[in-house]
């Protein structure tokens, strides 16, 4: 289901860390905390990935890919579609019960290259998390 691009593999390969989240509401943002803020996620180029902070660890895989994403426009009475990249966090620590399952439907990077803006889209209650490179 997943396949990794180079260019996009080489981009997210590194460590990163959640800056910023929130949810997308009428003319503002309600921001949120995620309980994973002081830590630091690890993408390895296999494919590996890992959580640390002072409390916890966490290890797994990550995946990303480019796909389409077709949609209907009612203002134009036509489908159209558009390039997404697809973005999957899947990490656990057994020995302490926990686990973490982000799947976000769309990725992009700013500020050359430094920061993951990811998106996870649900009627009404978009969500998104920027990540900033450590």
Do not use: P
């Not at 996620?41 to 077709?70: H, I, P, V």
């Not at 997404?84 to 899947?90: A, E, G, K, V």
């Not at 976000?104 to 490179?133: C, H, P, T």
């Amino acid at each position: 289901m997943f396949s990794c691009s180079k260019s996009l593999e080489d981009r997210l390969i590194g460590s990163w860390q959640l800056e910023d989240a929130w949810k997308r509401v009428f003319l503002g943002r309600d921001h949120f905390q995620t309980g994973y803020e002081s830590g630091i996620f690890t993408f390895m180029e296999n494919g590996d990935a890992s959580y640390t902070s002072n409390t916890d660890t966490l290890t797994g895989f990550w995946r990303a890919n480019n796909y389409t994403n077709s949609y209907y426009n009612s203002s134009t009475d036509q489908w159209e579609s558009r390039q997404m990249r697809r973005l999957r966090i899947s990490l656990i620590n057994f020995q302490q019960n926990r686990w973490l399952e982000w799947e976000f439907d769309d990725f992009s990077f700013k500020n050359d290259w430094g920061r993951i803006k990811a998106e996870q889209f649900s009627l009404g209650n978009d969500r998104v998390y920027e990540f900033g490179r450590r």
